[in-house]
């Protein structure tokens, strides 16, 4: 059985998060929103290698947790119904926005950072992606 890979860092206020196909463990998650509510985080890149299954429970902590917090968020997904839904939730005034893959350095720029605290978002999330991909990868022999 394959072991979801749900990773994240925090660099320059923002928490990268790289997710695989899996489903959130309970004790993942409240790891993850922990660090959500607890750590200096204005803003979440979050890239999508796969689907994460999530209960309505775990998206509305997490839903409140921004909204609390003020977070903007980022997705990084090439699913065309992520992508709507966040759409959607945007209109209803969620501060999210969504690119597919083809337009990851837009999302980067997205974050509307000051370009040495870009550069170092970039250089932190290019290394979880790696780190992820490569588990996923050994996953699949």
Not at 26 to 47: I, T, Y
């Amino acid at each position: 059985m394959k072991k979801l890979v749900f990773k994240w860092t925090v660099e320059e206020e923002v928490m990268v998060v790289v997710s695989g196909d899996g489903v959130m463990t309970e004790d993942l998650w409240a790891r993850h929103m922990d660090d959500l509510q607890n750590k200096p985080v204005s803003r979440v890149l979050g890239f999508n290698i796969g689907t994460v299954s999530v209960t309505s429970v775990q998206r509305k902590q997490a839903s409140d947790i921004a909204k609390q917090r003020g977070t903007f968020s980022i997705i990084v997904s090439d699913s065309a119904m992520t992508r709507g839904i966040i759409t959607a939730v945007s209109w209803l005034g969620a501060n999210i926005k969504a690119f597919p893959w083809s337009e990851k350095d837009r999302a980067y720029s997205a974050l509307d950072l000051e370009p040495e605290a870009e550069s170092s978002v970039r250089k932190r999330a290019e290394a979880l992606l790696k780190e992820c991909e490569a588990e996923i990868k050994a996953q699949g022999k």
